[in-house]
């Protein structure tokens, strides 16, 4: 199962880590492991995700963020990953998805990223 762990969500923007594998064997048994730890109408907020704690991303995991990605940009929210270990962005760079997905350096810069009226890649 994967391991979202919820720091905060008292105000608009909820601050999330994932800890561990994001992979088959980590997806495959959940349905949507951020409305399980957001709760109804997650996709509408802004949400940080920290991917520090991320110790490996296989092809499944990159897929459950760009599907996460997509129904968060339908349902009005926004969805920003930050702090990756250098093998993910790499990752995600070699895939072009940096121009897809928000990416951003820290938390800080997350932040500020998501509370931008309109998004721009990093």
Do not use: I, W
Request: hydrophobic share 45%; glycine share 6%; net charge negative.
């Amino acid at each position: 199962m994967l391991k979202l762990q919820l720091l905060s969500g008292q105000d608009d923007v909820a601050r999330l880590e994932c800890v561990g594998d994001v992979t088959l064997a980590t997806l495959q048994n959940d349905d949507n492991p951020l409305a399980e730890v957001l709760g109804p109408g997650c996709f509408t907020r802004r949400v940080l995700l920290s991917m520090a704690k991320a110790t490996y991303l296989d092809t499944v995991g990159v897929g459950c963020l760009v599907r996460n990605h997509k129904s968060f940009q339908d349902e009005g929210g926004r969805f920003v990953l930050h702090s990756l270990p250098p093998e993910a962005e790499h990752l995600l760079r070699l895939l072009h998805l940096d121009k897809v997905l928000h990416l951003a350096a820290d938390e800080s810069a997350a932040r500020a990223l998501a509370e931008r009226e309109e998004v721009h890649h990093a």
